[in-house]
């Protein structure tokens, strides 16, 4: 469920209250949908991040539907969150995700040193963590 007060934008970014750490979700969105008034947007799939107290930004969530799979969708929607954030990013992918870690690589390349750390969590998941840099470009 989401936080009490959620105020979605126009560009489906949010803001939460303060008793809630910075998080924004994006929705993909396949913009040839965007034709006769009888035509609905079409979501292609969903991100949510957030930034701790430090500001790194935290990928939490991100998801491409199925049928749009391996047509660059996600690479696209991955660098368009990048951008939103100039500075350090982190998320995990569990070890059983397997199909995730050459995607994942290839979205990241571009930023240069990447770390990667097995980690165990508390719930005694192993993950992979991903830690990069993201500089402004120009």
Known sequence: LLPPKLAFR?????????????????????AQAFGPADHAPVPLGFALTSRDADAVAHVEEFFVV?????????????AAMFREHEGAWTFTVREENARAFPFWRRAIARYGSVVERVEVGDDDVTRTRFSFRVRKLG
Do not use: I, K, M, T
């Open 10 to 30: 126009a560009d489906a970014s949010f803001a939460v209250p303060a008793d809630f750490a910075q998080h924004r979700a994006l929705l993909f969105v396949d």
């Open 66 to 78: 199925a049928a749009f799979r391996r047509r660059g969708v996600g690479l696209e929607a991955a």
